[in-house]
């Protein structure tokens, strides 16, 4: 199992303010827009080093849509910040409608995404936001994992040309994707090399299957492990590559599994190479308030769950 | 405004009104009421008072006033206009709402139709898009203006009023926004569906400068534009409320909510088309 040395421990989140701070310098068609979450997104610096290329829109979500929708008439490229319930479920009509369908070239970026949001609760733990999103046409959905990658994806897709979702988190999570790896929207990392499983993981379960990958080493099972950050292009050639080595899969993400990454996978498996699949993913169930591990565990979303996972699909060959 | 301009534009207002009728009837599907009811509205902006450039469409508009069609529904108007004043060619109508057309139900960009910038039909989301390109503008030192127009049943949307306060807080003073006030929704008059009350005094309180006009009279339509241009650049977004009647030009059209979203039969076609002069020749 290849070694991934933790490089230190911060936010997605973070990721996502760090990289927006640099593209405030880079770019000067990036503008932001965020309504009333600017600490919690992390904008501050892009707000302090942009006060002209930023607009504070308040509590009011549908109407940033827009806006960002128009500013991209003029050759703007507008970033919205706010948390990923308020960025998705709750304007799906403007996204699809002014963002989408109309193909402007906006960046949804949404943080506190997933149960690892934490006390909180259900009301703010969108678990449907990547489904939601990889439904509608045009639109490109990123899922990173680390402060490294979120950072880098968000610096990535200023250069694309088209609506993007980007999703990350809240929690302090470790920091393992080097500073330097590429990110190259659509194409999967291929973390370790295995032979009798394949486990594809997006986000915060990512570094859970990792650890995975190292426990299942020890009891003698090869895992391949690969980070899929874009789930929609889906990467189907690495997944297709990987299954047809090891012969079976397990998907792991902090979303339901309608829906969800897997959802996706199983689409590409079905089409191409029907092969056992295991999802770890919440299932069909709302979050709840309490510490993310706490969270991760009880909706079986951690490093055991993987583990467990991997052994089943591998028993379903 | 010289008389002879405003023939031209009377003229030009019943060649749409007919192409409007035609449209509708030709597919059995589409709003006429909305759309007749507008047509002096629309063919002042692109005829007399807007700046823009029909023969070369560029969406970013750069230099340009542009116009968004928030309440999307009315497009046989905007499509007409559009047309008549060389975005696309005429003969284009024909092919409104059929399979594999340019000219969608709703006005959309995904189909590559010269002039329109965004997709509109689901309702509200228009004068946030408008904001979003006044901005752009404003970034860019552009001195173009937005225009955008709403239905008045439309500004029950929430989206709205979330737009209305950010235009005024926010001092976005190169948009000219517009309601097509004439009291009718799908289901029936306004006041028994859900009541605007005082709109003026509403937009009033929300920070923007108002005017009134009679939508359906060509001279009051340009003078309004023209006084509203003047009000720009002040530091405060402008709202027209603009009285209009449903089906204006058809009289079987007028005073009823029930032309929003019915084409005319054969024999009303007939009928409407008496009462349209026919001056620039249909498509």
Redesign the interface.
């Known amino acids: 199992m290849k070694e991934y040395p933790v490089l230190g421990n911060k936010d997605t989140r973070s990721g996502f303010g760090d990289g927006l701070t640099e593209l405030g310098k880079s770019n000067p068609k990036v ?1 932001a827009l965020c309504a009333d979450l600017t600490g919690s997104l992390k904008m501050n610096q892009f707000e302090n080093d942009n006060p ?2 930023f ?1 504070q ?2 509590i ?1 979500e ?15 490229i ?1 970033f919205t910040g706010t948390f990923a319930n308020f960025s998705t479920s709750r304007v799906y ?2 996204i ?3 963002v989408a ?4 070239n906006v960046k949804i970026c949404a943080s506190h995404a997933g149960l690892t949001l934490g006390e909180d609760g259900a009301t703010h733990q969108v678990l449907e936001d990547i489904g939601m999103m990889k439904m509608l046409p045009h639109m490109t959905v990123i899922n990173p994992c680390d402060y490294n990658q979120t950072k880098a994806a968000t610096i990535a897709i200023a250069d694309h040309v088209g609506p993007v979702y980007l999703r990350f988190g809240r929690p302090k999570m470790p920091i393992f994707i080097s500073e330097n790896t590429p990110f190259v929207i659509g194409k999967a990392l291929l973390l370790n090399e295995g032979t009798d499983v394949t486990i594809v993981a997006t986000g915060h379960l990512v570094w859970p299957a990792i650890e995975a990958g190292k426990a299942l080493a020890e009891k003698g099972i090869s895992a391949e492990i690969i980070n899929i950050h874009t789930i929609k292009p889906l990467d189907e050639e690495a997944i297709l590559k990987s299954v047809a080595k090891t012969g079976c899969i397990v998907s792991a993400e902090e979303h339901q599994i309608a829906g969800g990454l897997g959802e996706s996978i199983a689409q590409v498996l079905s089409r191409n190479n029907p092969l056992p699949q295991e999802f770890v993913a919440v299932n069909d169930s709302f979050g709840e308030s309490g510490s993310p591990a706490e969270l991760m565990e009880k909706y079986g979303l951690d490093t055991p769950n993987i583990i467990a996972a991997a052994e089943k699909v591998i028993t379903r060959k | 405004m010289h008389d002879t301009s405003l023939i031209e534009l009377s003229d030009f207002c019943s060649q749409v009104r007919r192409d409007i009728v035609r449209m509708v009837h030709a597919v059995a599907s589409g709003h006429p009421g909305g759309s007749l009811g507008c047509t002096e509205y629309i063919t002042a902006l692109y005829q007399s008072e807007m700046n823009h450039s029909a023969d070369k469409f560029d969406m970013d508009g750069k230099g340009e006033d542009l116009f968004f069609l928030s309440n999307g529904h009315i497009s046989p108007v905007l499509y007409s206009v559009l047309a008549r004043t060389g975005y696309f060619e005429v003969n284009e109508l024909n092919t409104f709402r059929k399979l594999n057309t340019r000219l969608q139900g709703h006005p959309t960009t995904h189909e590559g139709l010269p002039g329109v910038r965004v997709a509109s039909g689901s309702l509200g989301q228009g004068l946030s898009v408008g904001i979003g390109a006044a901005l752009a503008k404003k970034l860019n030192n552009d001195s173009g203006i937005i225009y955008t127009l709403h239905g008045d049943g439309e500004i029950q949307e929430g989206q709205i009023w979330e737009a209305a306060l950010y235009a005024a807080g926010n001092k976005v003073d190169n948009i000219i926004s517009c309601i097509d006030y004439n009291h009718k929704q799908i289901d029936g008059d306004i006041d028994d569906v859900l009541p605007l009350g005082d709109l003026k005094a509403k937009w009033e309180a929300f920070g923007w400068q108002v005017m009134e006009m009679d939508g359906n009279n060509m001279e009051q339509v340009i003078a309004t534009l023209r006084q509203a241009k003047a009000a720009t650049g002040k530091g405060v977004p402008i709202m027209l409320i603009m009285k209009t009647e449903m089906g204006k030009g058809v009289d079987f059209m007028m005073g009823t909510h029930k032309w929003h979203g019915s084409p005319p039969n054969d024999e009303q076609l007939k009928s409407a088309l008496s009462q349209l002069e026919e001056t620039l020749g249909d498509y």
């Open positions: 503008v002209e290329r607009f829109v308040g009011a549908a109407n940033m849509i827009g806006i960002a929708a128009g500013l991209t008439i003029g050759g703007k507008p009509d403007q699809r409608q002014s369908y109309s193909n402007k």
